[in-house]
């Protein structure tokens, strides 16, 4: 009676867990990716060079014309991701970094644009704040990029700048007593956040 009980039990989790997974299955055909719906039926036809699996917020990641895009279902293309360790950025604090006409902002889980791309470059939240730079410019560095120029500031979750976009550079953010060391002629201060 405890072996039905407990293969009852599982076969009850297991059919849950089937049932919370959403979208489709990516498949290569001649180098291309496109996707599958569960019964195998082909839903977009191979058309990336790479493609990830679509998240349970219903968007993948798939790179067309080398970039790094989100798709929806529909496989509209909703948004170019921030090149991130040769994938697209990673969400921090829920949101993650996209790129705009060579500017950046930030999006969510859904791939729906939440800050909008007004910055030469942002860096991922923490605690709360992202420094944000304008008139800066991604240099090569070997295999990577390094940040020269520029001015630089704080965003809030909500977009809002609370630290003003003019110093040299941002050494730290303190959330809790809403300071921040900058940098401005070659001179430490602190700031205090709006």
Same mark, same amino acid.
């Given at each position: 009676?405890?072996?039905?009980?407990?293969?009852?039990?599982? !076969?009850?989790?297991?059919?849950? !867990?089937?049932?919370?997974?959403?979208?489709?299955?990516?498949?290569?055909?001649?180098?291309?990716?496109?996707?599958?719906?569960?019964?195998?039926?082909?839903?977009?036809?191979?058309?990336?060079?790479? @493609?990830?699996?679509?998240?349970?917020?219903?968007?993948?990641?798939?790179?067309?014309?080398?970039?790094?895009?989100?798709?929806? @279902?529909?496989?509209?293309?909703?948004?170019?991701?921030?090149?991130?360790?040769?994938?697209?950025?990673?969400?921090?604090?829920?949101? @993650?970094?996209?790129?705009?006409?060579?500017?950046?902002?930030?999006?969510?889980?859904?791939?729906?644009?939440?800050?909008?791309? /007004?910055? /030469?470059?942002?860096?991922?939240?923490?605690?709360?704040?992202?420094?944000?730079?304008?008139?800066?410019?991604?240099?090569?560095?070997?295999?990577?990029?390094?940040?020269?120029?520029?001015?630089?500031?704080?965003?809030?979750?909500?977009?809002?700048?609370?630290?003003?976009?003019?110093?040299?550079?941002?050494?730290?953010? /303190?959330?809790?007593?809403?300071?921040?060391?900058?940098?401005?002629?070659?001179?430490?201060?602190?700031?205090?956040?709006?």
């Amino acid at each position: 009676m405890l072996q039905k009980f407990l293969c009852f039990s599982i !076969l009850i989790s297991f059919s849950s !867990l089937l049932s919370q997974v959403k979208g489709f299955t990516s498949f290569e055909n001649n180098g291309l990716y496109g996707f599958k719906d569960k019964t195998g039926k082909v839903v977009i036809q191979p058309q990336y060079e790479q @493609a990830m699996e679509f998240t349970k917020s219903g968007v993948a990641f798939v790179v067309s014309k080398n970039k790094w895009v989100c798709i929806d @279902a529909k496989n509209h293309v909703l948004l170019e991701s921030f090149l991130y360790d040769n994938g697209p950025d990673y969400l921090s604090e829920r949101l @993650a970094r996209f790129v705009k006409n060579g500017k950046m902002g930030f999006h969510d889980e859904r791939c729906q644009k939440i800050i909008e791309a /007004d910055y /030469d470059f942002v860096y991922p939240f923490e605690n709360g704040y992202a420094i944000v730079c304008n008139g800066c410019e991604l240099k090569p560095e070997g295999e990577h990029k390094r940040i020269l120029g520029g001015l630089y500031g704080v965003i809030n979750r909500k977009g809002k700048v609370v630290v003003p976009i003019l110093y040299e550079s941002i050494l730290s953010i /303190d959330p809790k007593k809403k300071r921040v060391e900058v940098q401005e002629g070659g001179k430490l201060q602190k700031v205090k956040m709006e």
